[in-house]
């Protein structure tokens, strides 16, 4: 979707209509995001595997509450069950957390968010977790409010970013008191003490994205403008040996926004990912400008209808807040949706209080149209933070929200008739086992879908797992992986309507 053109449209067969998204409710422990000043942001979900069943598990941020851990009991195919249970993630001050393999031993670890010290909690299979004590990561008492993760070129471990909000400890704040954010570089097996990415302005989302398939993963963040009040922007870190902001000379175009979370995805076919941006008032959806050299970013037209700006129900005519995002096929026709949670910050008396949460659906000519109230997502809760996935392996994606001050929710995807699907899961063996930073690419019926493997994004959450794909009508589709170091493998054809295991050897 070019920002320079006031429509994309892909010229392929018409296909026959999918049936409209449709949610059911399902029962979940109660759980809530609670606190003071410090979590009126975060409240993250993470979605990953940690029994090695192929079925996602659910942590969710609590705040001053213990943080939640929710195994997944349900039936493959059958409806959503969840139990809550101890652990050793039934931590307090948790803001969010992001799953990823670590020390690349094929266990999923977790990267928790927290208002005081970080941690790295070691998965030890069958949903065990203890920190890790072995890889000389130095965290510090901030605020943090993002994260993202890549594997740099010929690491063992992975590169952190930790986004960190308002320094509390400055006697002038908070307006104007923004933290810096901290990078975490391996040095062989372990971690040295963080540089500082400076200046800070506030970030709650991160993500380290190839945005122009260039070989290198440079980190996006979005900051939040009411409290670094003037001379701040969206940021974009040039990861070179000593990283640098990208600026104008580069082509990076200076956006301010409340920035909440981060989406991303290639919506057109093109093989570049659009990026998603939620904020306090309208939500941003951006492109690479046609030709540009760097990462020179548009918003797209406001008759793309991904402004969402307005709630769409409950009555209350004020500016929306959106918390994080994420983009998935929810019926899938091979058109990625868009899931927003939404929600006042707190008492905030220029938003909206009653917001109900968007589902935004894609559509073959480049528009969104809203579906969250009659697809049965359209919670008035204060949401904050989310997670998409499939929890049943039935190939419809599911939906889990976090909302403060009131219970959480879980939904389960019961559309009729929906499009084929593929579940893709992408492994290498030696370090980055789970392949972050490689691009899947998928071709049928004269289409391309393309998706890139990250670990960051949204708001204060992520899902870790096989790649969601929508296919539509197509049943034979073609697929391969371009690998983080650039190798390509072979074309595969396979059935739509299943799981598949891309593994490279060596």
């Known amino acids: 979707m070019r920002p320079d053109l006031c429509l994309t449209v892909l010229l392929i067969a018409a296909t026959p209509a999918i049936a409209d998204p449709l949610f059911e409710p399902r029962s979940i422990a109660p759980h809530s995001y609670e606190g003071g000043w410090e979590h009126f942001v975060g409240g993250g979900v993470a979605a990953f595997d940690c029994n090695g069943d192929d079925l996602p598990e659910l942590y969710a941020a609590g705040g001053e509450n213990p943080a939640q851990l929710f195994l997944n009991r349900s039936a493959p195919d059958g409806d959503l069950v969840f139990d809550a249970v101890d652990s050793a993630l039934s931590l307090t001050a948790v803001i969010g957390a992001y799953p990823l393999d670590i020390d690349s031993d094929g266990v999923l670890d977790l990267a928790v968010l927290r208002v005081g010290d970080n941690m790295l909690m070691r998965g030890l ?301 992408v492994t290498q063996s030696g370090s980055n086992r789970d392949a972050v930073g490689a691009f899947v690419e998928l071709r049928a019926e004269g289409r391309l879908w393309t998706q890139e493997i990250t670990v960051g994004g949204g708001h204060a959450g992520g899902v870790a797992g096989p790649l969601h794909v929508g296919l539509g009508t197509a049943q034979t589709i073609e697929l391969r992986v371009v690998w983080p170091d650039g190798d390509i493998s072979d074309w595969r054809s396979v059935s739509a309507n299943q799981r598949v295991t891309l593994t490279r050897q060596g």
């Not at 970013?161 to 570089?185: H, K, M, S, W």
């Not at 993500?207 to 701040?232: C, P």
């Open 125 to 425: 299979g069958d949903c065990r977790f203890a920190e890790f004590d072995e890889i000389g990561f130095q965290t510090e008492a901030r605020w943090t409010t993002a994260f993202s993760a890549t594997w740099e070129a010929d690491q063992t471990l992975p590169t952190l970013a930790f986004g960190n909000y308002v320094d509390r400890t400055d006697p002038e704040g908070p307006f104007e008191a923004c933290d810096i954010n901290q990078l975490y570089r391996p040095e062989g097996d372990s971690y040295a003490p963080p540089l500082p990415l400076a200046p800070g302005y506030c970030a709650l989302s991160m993500l380290f994205t190839d945005w122009g398939r260039l070989g290198r993963a440079d980190l996006r963040v979005s900051n939040d403008r009411h409290y670094y009040v003037r001379g701040g922007e969206e940021q974009m870190w040039a990861m070179e040996p000593e990283p640098r902001l990208y600026g104008p000379e580069d082509g990076w175009n200076s956006h301010q926004l409340w920035g909440m979370g981060i989406a991303s995805r290639d919506l057109d076919g093109d093989g570049l990912s659009e990026v998603y941006l939620t904020s306090m008032g309208d939500q941003r959806l951006q492109a690479l400008s046609h030709g540009a050299a760097g990462p020179s970013y548009l918003d797209a037209p406001y008759e793309s209808g991904a402004t969402a700006h307005r709630p769409y129900t409950g009555g209350d005519g004020r500016p929306s807040t959106g918390w994080h995002a994420v983009f998935g096929d929810v019926d899938n026709d091979g058109w990625d949706d868009l899931f927003v949670a939404k929600g006042n910050v707190e008492q905030m008396p220029g938003s909206a209080m009653e917001d109900p949460n968007n589902l935004l659906m894609g559509s073959p000519d480049g528009r969104f149209a809203e579906a969250g109230l009659e697809a049965g997502v359209a919670s008035l809760h204060r949401s904050r933070g989310a997670a998409l996935a499939d929890l049943n392996g039935d190939g419809l994606l599911d939906l889990a929200v976090l909302n403060r001050h009131a219970p959480m929710e879980l939904y389960q995807n019961v559309t009729e008739e929906a499009g084929g699907w593929l579940l893709v899961h």
